[in-house]
């Protein structure tokens, strides 16, 4: 399954910058590059974390702590 970084970024409305950092955190090797092809490993990563956090109304403290985003949108 290829999915492009635009994609994934689109579905979750996060920056570039933002999932990329994630990957790159989690050991994966992605450009920053909106066609940058993400490892279906990765993407259900992202997707399970992002997912289990947003259930849990912790969004914003997953952002500050996983990624380093300090922002105060959630």
Do not use: C, W
Request: charged share 30%.
């Amino acid at each position: 399954m290829k999915i492009r970084l635009n994609k994934v970024q689109k579905e979750l409305n996060l920056g570039l910058s933002t999932i990329v950092e994630f990957l790159q955190k989690k050991g994966f090797e992605i450009k920053e590059d909106p066609n940058a092809v993400v490892p279906e490993e990765g993407y259900n990563k992202l997707m399970e974390d992002i997912r289990f956090n947003l259930d849990n109304g912790t969004f914003k403290q997953f952002k500050n702590e996983h990624i380093g985003i300090y922002s105060t949108r959630i």
